[in-house]
């Protein structure tokens, strides 16, 4: 039998592949950009980012969980995969548009989405909604970062 943290798993993983749909040309674009001097944990973003959706994952399978099958558990289940999505996009968006400010949008919806998420799984489920506090701190600091980079490089707005 197929367990629920499973599919979930699978969904999560699936769409992390997103990342990888840009151009190697647009990689030279993003490294001459002068990034803050406070971001030297930058080598570690892939693994931070990782556990993120490993803990989205964790928060979506308890929800499930809790009630599974049912249109308020389906909606929410919706919510979690337009939260990845939108934060998958962020890469190929931003390199495709050579925009900063493309990032700092999707960064901003992306925050958005993780605190009504969280606040919405809150009474569904508290370890849930723990799970998805990294994404909601990650997600300031990470679209904060973008918007510092629009003011050390004007022209990549």
């Known amino acids: 039998m197929i367990e629920s943290w499973m599919i979930i798993g699978g969904v999560t993983f699936s769409v992390a592949f997103g990342t990888l749909f840009f151009k190697l040309r647009d990689i030279n674009w993003a490294v001459k950009l002068q990034r803050p001097d406070w971001l030297f944990f930058e080598p570690a973003i892939p693994l931070i980012w990782t556990v993120i959706f490993a803990c989205g994952a964790g928060s979506a399978t308890f929800v499930w969980e809790q009630e599974p099958g049912s249109l308020k558990t389906w909606v929410l289940m919706a919510l ?78």
Request: proline letters at 5%; charged letters at 10%.
């Open 80 to 157: 979690y995969l337009l939260l990845e999505i939108v934060t998958v996009a962020y890469i190929p968006a931003t390199l495709r548009a050579k925009s900063l400010k493309v990032g700092t949008i999707l960064g901003g919806v992306g925050e958005i989405l993780g605190v009504v998420l969280l606040l919405a799984v809150l009474p569904i489920s508290q370890t849930a909604a723990l799970l998805l506090l990294p994404y909601a701190i990650w997600g300031a600091i990470g679209t904060y970062t973008t918007w510092e980079m629009i003011q050390l490089n004007p022209e990549a707005a």
